[in-house]
Nanobody, 124 residues
């Protein structure tokens, strides 16, 4: 499966953005889907993930109550609604897919398929 992330941009603190991850080449209904991000000079960081059926979600503490992940398997899409953005949310955001359960602490090494990333920049 191929993944393509989009929707990033330059916004001000307090604004909202909605990222999309579009899949092609196969169904995503068997994959747990997750968003990671990488700030300059930093490692990849888990942001949020959703199980294959959309029932279970996980959020990093830093984004809880501000970000919401969702998925539409019929449309082969995964979405990240980001509200009340902060400068520390500035990063390249990547969507990723893996077969199997979401797990309690997703790590990049668990994921088989990656999108190309979309830049989110939040100015203060």
């Amino acid at each position: 499966v191929q993944l393509q992330a989009s929707g990033g941009g330059l916004v001000q603190a307090g604004d909202s953005l909605r990222l999309s991850c579009a899949a092609s080449g196969g169904t995503i209904s068997v994959y747990s889907m997750t968003w990671f991000r990488q700030a300059p000079g930093e490692d990849l960081e888990f942001v949020t993930g959703v199980s294959w059926d959309g029932v279970n979600t996980r959020y990093a503490d830093s984004v809880k109550d501000r970000f919401t992940i969702s998925r539409d398997n019929a449309k082969k899409g995964v979405y990240l609604q980001m509200n009340n953005l902060k400068p520390e949310d500035t990063a390249v955001y990547y969507c990723a897919a893996r077969r199997g359960s979401l797990g309690t602490a997703p790590t990049p090494g668990q994921y088989d398929y990656w999108g190309q990333g979309t830049q989110v920049t939040v100015s203060s």
